[in-house]
């Protein structure tokens, strides 16, 4: 069965850094898509940032050009969130999602995700 694990959150002072791994196993995800999303308390769910199967197109949300960088390795199956010059607005659980379709920031595009890891930034 398909799965996607996410590591790496935890508490961290404001400008910070802090580096997301999330984990594929049960199929090869070389082919997809991959994105990173978060929800905040009482937010919705957004998009952070994505990359394509090749790692050459990525996006990322305004928020956080320029500070966060999405990466892969398809040797191991893994996808990578390095977040830099942290804020407290960064605080949410980040979720890694998988899509068939390729890189895309719409959430209902992708069709894997994983259970999330929490990220706490303190001022």
């Known amino acids: 069965q398909a799965q996607l694990v996410e590591s790496g959150g935890g508490l961290v002072q404001a400008g910070g850094s802090l580096r997301l791994s999330c984990a594929a196993s049960?199929?090869?995800?070389?082919?997809?898509?991959m994105g990173w999303f978060r929800q905040a308390p009482g937010k919705e769910r957004e998009f952070v940032a994505a990359i394509s199967w090749s790692g050459v197109i990525k996006y990322y949300a305004d928020s956080v050009k320029g500070r966060f960088t999405i990466s892969r390795d398809n040797a191991k199956n893994t996808v990578y969130l390095q977040m830099n010059s942290l804020t407290p607005e960064d605080s949410a659980v980040y979720y890694c999602a998988a899509a068939l379709k390729g890189a895309t920031t719409s959430s209902d595009e992708y069709d894997y995700w994983g259970q999330g890891t929490q990220v706490t930034v303190s001022s």
């Open positions: 049960g199929r090869t995800f070389s082919w997809y898509g």
